[in-house]
């Protein structure tokens, strides 16, 4: 046969090849020529789609977020709209409540305490050091001390909760005037997906303001039939029907468990950047290329579909050895009655057995079966 680099068209076999525990067929070559084994060399294929599959376009858990109102309060404005892009920061609401002034009035009490404990402690040192007050004393005063700045810190934490970033605490703790209204920033750079609220409107704490999500990395869900599993594995670039991806994105992981409603499993393959022109929620079709011709990890190799013998539900070929031809398990994924591709360590110069290939599988029962 004649070694071809195109791609194979129409609907191909995609195998994966073991070697098979029965061993050689003992077959002299004058037996070969009697028995009208004809053999041929594998064809190299530059690539081959091994499964066609529909894919849902989700975002990654770590990209999608859900703001919520940090206080109970009245929402003032909203500063974005669904499909405004975000930067991490920045302010996208504003918010008024009591709730917002008692806890600004709490840190400054701590500040003011902790200012107080700490003029003590300076005073009760240096009494003590006079030789004044006893040990026992500055001790409680030091432990005052301790206690005022633990109170600061927590209420100052408090506040970072709240949404203050560090310079409007530090004005704070500093001016020492209160806040009318808590800004609302975005947590991350992103795209608003939902609002949840409308201004005006008064909320509870932790209430749903907006959605956010990064766009920049996109998830694929692919549902692969459970028969197919075994011809999928991670690297594999997936091609996505009606958007030239370049590069095509790889599969990142297969699960191991199979949905039960469907009895498929899930192909997770990442997209990365903007530009592609998918929408989280959407789905299209994609297929999964096993190899391209110019990937390390070996070749995919092509013969015809009357090379491959069955037997008890498995699939077969026969590769030609010194003495005789070498059985070799294959997983069958799909196929049509032209040719047979599948992917092995295999010597480009092995002849595999294309005619004659009933008489080979009746030698090999015979010789697993000699009663």
Known sequence: MIRKTSLIGGFLMVLVVRVATAGDIVVTAEEVRNLGIELAMPEVAQ?????????HVVIPPMGDVFVSAPQAGLLLRLNVAIGDEVSRGQAIAELQGPEFLSLQREFLDAVNTHLLAQNDFARDQQLHDEGIIS?????ETTTRARIAKTGIN?????LKFAGL?????RALETEQHLLQTLTV???IDGVVLDRMAIAGERVDRMSPIYRIADLSILWLEIAVPREKRTAVRTGMAVVVAGYPLDPPPQVSSIARSIDPATQAITVRAILHGAGHGLS???FVSVRIVARRADDSAGSLWVVPARAVARRDERHYVFVRTLTGFDTREIIVVSADAANVVFDADLDPESGIAVDGVSTLKALWSSQSDPG
């Open 135 to 139: 040990a026992r004393r500055l001790q």
């Open 154 to 158: 927590e209420r100052r934490q408090l």
């Open 165 to 169: 970033t560090n310079s409007e605490i």
């Open 185 to 187: 920033r975005a947590p």
């Open 280 to 282: 989280p929620g959407e």
């Open 47 to 55: 690539a081959t789609t091994a499964i066609k599959a529909t894919a």
